[in-house]
Structure formats: C-alpha cells, structure tokens
C-alpha cells in the first residue's frame, strides 16, 4: 500500500511569485486536505477536496486554490506569495466511507518565501 | 469555531517513565471527535489515539492512553513506558463531522524529548 507522497520536498520563491505543490494520495483514498504548518505552530486547515470539488475551506484567502483530479491527487496553488507563506504545506488523505476522522499525512513540503 | 489548547510547549521524560499532555479545547458541539497526532522530527504526522464524544469509555492503544473529561473539555494523552521513539511534537486535534469536509483544528503542540 503506497502512503501519501508530496512534491517538491522543499523550494525557495520570491514573493510575488506563484506556486504549485502536488500530492497523490494514499491508495483507495478519495479526499484529500491541505494543511499549512507555521514554524512552530500546529496545521491549519486549508480546504478539503471530495470528487474533484472543493469541500470546505478554512479561513484562507483566495490566492490558495487547488485540483483534484479523477484519480484522487491534488495540486495546492498559491498566486502572489507574501513572505508568511513561508510554511510546511501538509497534504493527508482519507477515505471517504463514515466519519472516522483518521488522516494519512505525506511528509510535506517546505516552501520558503524570500 | 473551536480552538485546541496545549499548554505545554515543551516536556521531557526518562525513558521507561510516564508522561501525560494536556489539552483542552472549546465548542458547543456534543458531537465531534478528538485526536492526538505524533510528528517526529522530520517525518510524517501519524495518528496516536482518537476518542469519539459520545463514547464515555477512554481510547487506549498499547502504551498511551487518554484521560477524556467532556464537561470539562479536556483530553490528555497518557504516554507509559516511554521509549526514545516517542521524541516528537505532539498534537491534540479536534474534529466535528459534516457534511462540508472533516476538517481537524489543531492544537499548537507539545514537543516531547525521551531521554535515556
């Protein structure tokens, strides 16, 4: 069973610039969330995709967008990056059978905004 | 919106020992679910225990177990045996189910050092 995997593991942007992270989900998993990680502080929910839509949304601007596509992985894209986008981008999978809650987490990526 | 409290930044253990971190957190839901996640340094956030509200019985797993009071909003994770694998950041994290994406609430965090 393959686990989450995330790439790129870690890249430098300037601010202004754009980005893309991809994520491809664990095995048999329909719903994927994306997490942004501060240095030093806990993941904070970004927005959740269930069958290629967007599935709820936490309380960030919309210059943070993302794709599901039909075999479950995901792209997270953030336009015009400011200086605290610098972060651990988190990305974990779920199935979406019930409400167990359990997420499967990749490793993340760390972007850093110059 | 519910918030998660940790207010331990920061805790060591010797090895063998027991440790217990604190959480606390804030809603007016009576349904929702409750998680301790594991980030060890460097690698991939892995789900410790999870507990359901409506379940009065406290979740176990192996050597770490939860002290879940929900009048008073709180959810400990009790760490027994301590081994030097257990070195991470532990979250504590809450959930209320819907229909519009399960999304976890987070807490900031306790790192935890085993020591030998």
């Known amino acids: 069973e393959t686990g989450v995997t995330q790439s790129p593991t870690h890249l430098i942007k300037t601010r202004g610039q754009q980005v893309t992270l991809r994520c491809s989900s664990q095995s048999g998993h329909n719903t994927v969330s994306w997490y942004q990680q501060a240095l030093g502080q806990g993941p904070q929910f970004i927005f959740q995709y269930y069958r290629e839509e967007e599935n709820g949304r936490g309380n960030f601007p919309p210059r943070f967008s993302g794709l599901q596509f039909p075999n479950y992985s995901s792209e997270l894209n953030v336009n015009a990056l400011e200086l605290d986008d610098s972060a651990l981008y988190l990305c974990a999978s779920s199935p979406r059978t019930g409400s167990s809650g359990e997420l499967f987490f990749g490793e993340g990526s760390r972007l850093t905004v110059l | ?116």
Not at chain 2, 17 to 27: A, H, I, K, M
């Open chain 2, 1 to 116: 919106a519910q918030t998660v409290t940790q207010s331990q930044p920061e805790m060591s253990v010797q090895e063998a020992e027991t440790v217990t971190l604190s959480c606390t957190y804030d809603t007016s839901e009576n349904n929702y679910y409750l998680f301790w996640y594991k980030q060890p340094p460097s690698r991939q956030m892995i789900l410790v225990i999870r507990q359901e509200a409506y379940k009065q019985q406290n979740a176990t797993e192996n050597r770490f177990s939860v002290n879940f009071q929900k009048a008073a909003k709180s959810f400990s994770l009790k760490i027994s045996d301590s081994q030097l694998g257990d070195t991470a950041m532990y979250f504590c994290a809450f959930m209320k189910p819907s229909g519009s994406g399960y999304a976890l609430n987070f807490g900031k965090g306790t790192s935890l050092l085993v020591t030998p």
